[in-house]
């Protein structure tokens, strides 16, 4: 069974300083990865997708991705209130269009 | 440029009542996706779909639920005889390929059943 594990948190930082969020999975046949975020309430919005090992930077997000270590994670720099949220990682495996999600990490950033 | 749109989103039944979900996809899109989310839970895939066609629905229950994407207007998703346990946010996304890296998720509907 594919499975995502993250942290649930919450993960508390203060503002302006980087957040670190971490995802493994299981499927050694993932091929594409995503992180969603997800304001309470709300529905996840798309931030990144990586499909190939290592950084892959957009703005104030970084996503990094190890597929021998089955491991993916977001940096998101120079934090903001605003991007207290619920952080999902998300797979697809080859050829598929199934989503797995984690459970989410909560990010509570401090002003 | 309209996003997914999903309707109602919320949506109040009692036990035993039926539950119709919509979903009109993004323009241009012909893939819809539905997504499960219970209260502390991740999503959990439900149906893939492309107009006419039910292409994977092996996220949906075996009884009470159904799907469906007709030539025209949204694509439906059916509970019927609901359950308490079927109260739950249901999120509808699409693509306009089958390339997972496209889903994009509309508001959502917020079903709660009494």
């Known amino acids: 069974q594919k499975e995502v594990e993250q942290n649930s948190g919450p993960l508390s930082v203060p503002e302006g300083a980087i957040a670190s969020l971490n995802c493994t999975y299981s499927d050694r046949g993932s091929q594409s990865f995503f992180w969603y975020r997800q304001y309470s309430g709300k529905s996840p919005e798309l931030i990144m997708s990586?499909?190939?090992?290592g950084d892959k930077e957009d703005g104030r997000f970084t996503a990094q991705l190890n597929k021998a270590s089955q491991y993916v994670s977001l940096l998101i720099r120079d934090s903001q209130p605003s991007d207290s949220a619920t952080y999902l990682c998300?797979?697809?495996?080859?050829?598929?269009?199934?989503?797995?999600f984690g459970k989410g990490t909560k990010l509570s950033v401090i002003p | 440029n309209a996003g997914v749109m999903q309707n109602p989103r919320h949506l109040v039944r009692r036990r035993g009542q039926e539950a119709r979900l919509r979903c009109s996809p993004m323009k241009g899109h012909s893939h819809v996706y539905w997504y499960r989310q219970l209260p502390e839970e991740g999503l959990k895939f439900m149906v893939y779909l492309q107009k006419e066609n039910i292409i994977d629905e092996s996220g949906m229950p075996k009884e009470r639920f159904s799907a469906e994407f007709p030539k025209e207007g949204p694509s439906i998703l059916r509970i019927q005889q609901v359950v308490r346990g079927d109260s739950a946010a249901y999120f509808c996304?699409?693509?306009?390929?089958?390339?997972?890296?496209?889903?994009?998720f509309g508001p959502g509907t917020r079903l709660t059943v009494l």
């Open positions: 998300a797979f697809s495996g080859a050829g598929s269009y199934q989503l797995t």
């Open positions: 990586i499909y190939s090992n």
């Open positions: 996304a699409s693509s306009p390929g089958v390339r997972a890296d496209t889903q994009y």
